[in-house]
T-cell receptor
Framework: AQSVTQLGSHVSVSEGALVLLRCNYS??????LFWYVQYPNQGLQLLLK??????LVKGINGFEAEFKKSETSFHLTKPSAHMSDAAEYFC??????????FGTGTQLKVEL | DAGVIQSPRHEVTEMGQEVTLRCKPI?????LFWYRQTMMRGLELLIY????????DSGMPEDRFSAKMPNASFSTLKIQPSEPRDSAVYFC?????????????FGSGTRLTVV
């Protein structure tokens, strides 16, 4: 069964530093993978998606993620953190068509 | 496009009362999903519809929960009777179709508190 594991429920970075949020997937078939962001009191917003085209996927707000089959990973990165990036980030995998299974989320804190 | 619209944004009700949550998907989207978010269990898929037809309701926790989609532009999630453990944020999301090539567009959610 397809699932994702997010390592680290809380990540703290300084403004301007690299953001790295980790996601590993478990899938018996080539997966469709997604990253979503949730700001306080809002719904989830799609950041980017991997649908077996390019392994390096660029998303909104300067985020990108690289699909690494050998490591079963789909980590989310951003070269330089901004205060506005503070939010909760969810990795997700599609199973059985368009049903998404979400990870437990990583809360990103950006400090001055 | 106004996005996925959910109402109400907040609902406080007493245990035993009926609660109805509403969702208007994006026009032209053929798939609709109801999720529940809690601190303990994270995001759980409750039910999803494709072309207004319920495809899988295995995530619905109990018979107290029911969902309908009478037409392409409206869906409801009903809890009757409500219990304190139903307190959560309920999200509706829609997608263009059943292909995994498309992500979801989420509504802003309904925060339900059952006292």
């Amino acid at each position: 069964a397809q699932s994702v594991t997010q390592l680290g429920s809380h990540v703290s970075v300084s403004e301007g530093a690299l953001v790295l949020l980790r996601c590993n997937y478990s899938s018996s078939v080539p997966p469709y993978l997604f990253w979503y962001v949730q700001y306080p009191n809002q719904g989830l917003q799609l950041l980017l998606k991997y649908t077996s085209a390019a392994t390096l996927v660029k998303g909104i707000n300067g985020f990108e993620a690289e699909f690494k089959k050998s490591e079963t990973s789909f980590h989310l990165t951003k070269p330089s953190a901004h205060m506005s990036d503070a939010a909760e980030y969810f990795c997700a995998v599609a199973r059985g068509g368009n049903k998404l299974t979400f990870g437990t989320g990583t809360q990103l804190k950006v400090e001055l | 496009d106004a996005g996925v619209i959910q109402s109400p944004r907040h609902e406080v009700t007493e245990m035993g009362q009926e609660v109805t949550l509403r969702c208007k998907p994006i026009s032209g989207h053929n798939s609709l999903f109801w999720y529940r978010q809690t601190m303990m269990r994270g995001l759980e898929l409750l039910i999803y519809f494709n072309n207004n037809v319920p495809i899988d309701d295995s995530g619905m926790p109990e018979d107290r929960f029911s969902a309908k989609m009478p037409n392409a532009s409206f869906s409801t999630l009903k809890i009757q009777p409500s219990e304190p453990r139903d307190s959560a944020v309920y999200f509706c999301a829609s997608s263009l179709d059943w292909s995994p090539n498309y992500g979801y567009t989420f509504g802003s959610g309904t925060r339900l508190t059952v006292v």
